[in-house]
């Protein structure tokens, strides 16, 4: 049931950027002011994130999923913003699968 999200949020995010007002729209103000603004409410909500996994105690981990939520949505954004989707991130993740961590990360250009 939830393999349909990503699919469906993608293709919402495209028409609000392309036919929505930033009058009417989050996502349509975001993109209107720019990949600057996407980034910090990107970095404002990793903070987010981070606090609420240092605060997750035992058996509720309820606000770290909602502070996740809303990191996923911007990084969507952000990708958005720059031509660019979940796709790629999932096709990199793919890629990454059999491959040791480190030496994944050996393999990086520096």
Known sequence: ???HVLP?????LEKRKSESSPESSYV???H???LDKILKKVGE???E???AAKNVSAGDNQALIYETADLWFHT???LSHVGSDYRAVLQELERRFDLSGLAEKAARPT
Do not use: R
């Open 1 to 3: 049931m939830i393999d």
């Open 8 to 12: 469906a949020l993608h293709e919402v």
């Open 28 to 30: 349509a103000k975001l």
């Open 32 to 34: 209107h002011d720019g």
């Open 45 to 47: 909500e990793c903070a």
């Open 49 to 51: 994130t981070i606090i």
């Open 76 to 78: 969507l954004v952000m």
